[in-house]
Nanobody, 123 residues
């Protein structure tokens, strides 16, 4: 079965960095666009970033543009989210998701989801 497993979350001070990883199995990874989402307590899940199948196109929410970088390694079936200049408002559970085919900017339409990894940014 398809599994997406996130890792790399943790507690960091404001201004610090974290690198999230998502390992995919049970699917042909290069057939899927990948996305990162987050959900803070009491809020809806929101789009953070997405990358197309080849890695040639990347998309970001305005709130993270210039601070976060998404990348993927199709040989290793992994997608990463490098998060720099973290702010307390970045605190959330971060999820990766896979969408068959064309990249999707936004929450609906993803086929598979991971269980998430907690990111906490202290002020």
């Amino acid at each position: 079965q398809v599994q997406l497993v996130e890792s790399g979350g943790g507690l960091v001070q404001a201004g610090g960095s974290l690198r999230l990883s998502c390992a995919a199995s049970g699917l042909t990874f290069s057939d899927y666009s990948m996305g990162w989402f987050r959900q803070a307590p009491g809020k809806d899940r929101e789009f953070v970033s997405a990358i197309n199948r080849s890695g040639s196109s990347r998309y970001y929410a305005d709130s993270v543009k210039g601070r976060f970088t998404i990348s993927r390694d199709n040989a290793e079936n992994t997608v990463h989210l490098q998060m720099n200049s973290l702010k307390p408002e970045d605190t959330a559970v971060y999820y990766c998701a896979a969408a068959l085919g064309t990249v999707i900017v936004g929450t609906p339409g993803y086929d598979y989801w991971g269980k998430g990894t907690q990111v906490t940014v202290s002020s």
